[in-house]
């Protein structure tokens, strides 16, 4: 499960995210953004929280994108287990 949007100031694209279903530190969360234009990736540690493990909050430059949609997939990856969401679609205003 992920989440992301334009930040009110529109410098940045935020995104957070959990993985349900699974409690364990250490594993690597992916967040991928696929544009027309460019790709770009953000890592961050998954973290064990009361019931789901923590993907936390990423930034990055809405710049490197042009105007429009874009993809947004989380993966999140350990030596036991490797799981993705579903696509994500926000706009670039």
Do not use: H, K, W
């Not at 410098?11 to 969360?29: M, R």
């Not at 790709?39 to 909050?57: F, Q, V, W």
């Amino acid at each position: 499960m992920s989440v992301a949007g334009m930040d009110v100031d529109g410098q940045n694209v935020s995104a957070s995210g959990y993985v349900s279903g699974l409690i364990e530190d250490g594993g690597t969360c992916s967040f991928v953004f696929s544009g027309a234009d460019r790709d770009a990736t953000r890592t961050s540690r998954g973290i064990t929280n009361a019931s789901t493990t923590s993907c936390g909050l990423i930034q990055i430059p809405a710049n490197l994108f042009m105007r429009g949609a874009v993809e947004l997939v989380l993966t999140y990856s350990s030596d036991s287990v490797t799981v993705s969401s579903q696509p994500m679609i926000l706009e670039i205003p």
